[in-house]
Nanobody, 121 residues
């Protein structure tokens, strides 16, 4: 399994970014996918998850109404669109393939390398 995240960068408060995860997963279309993040000095935390077919999503409280997760099972790609970014969104963002059955308490089974997101004034 290989998960390659990209699209991070430095943005101003209120700006937007779209993160991309290119996945090399044999059973991608039947794999729950998600994003996590880790800020300096903090534990890694769940951000968002998307169901196999992409029709159902699950968000952390801080991501609701600002972030959108989506996927394309033909392109084996997952995206995280982030709007209205705040300084507290500064973190390394990781794409993850989730353990089967962990929808209500998303648990990563495989990690990709992260992509840095920095939000400043």
């Amino acid at each position: 399994v290989q998960l390659q995240a990209s699209g991070g960068g430095s943005v101003q408060i209120g700006g937007s970014l779209r993160l991309t995860c290119a996945a090399s997963v044999r059973t991608f279309s039947s794999t729950l996918m998600g994003w996590f993040r880790q800020a300096p000095g903090k534990e890694r935390e769940f951000v968002a998850a998307v169901s196999w077919e992409g029709t159902t999503t699950n968000y952390a409280h801080f991501a609701k109404d600002r972030f959108t997760i989506s996927r394309d099972n033909v392109k084996n790609t997952v995206w995280l669109r982030m709007n209205s970014l705040k300084p507290e969104d500064t973190a390394v963002y990781y794409c993850a393939a989730l353990r089967a059955g962990s929808w209500y308490s998303p648990e990563p089974e495989y990690w990709g390398q992260g992509t840095q997101v920095t939000v400043s004034s």
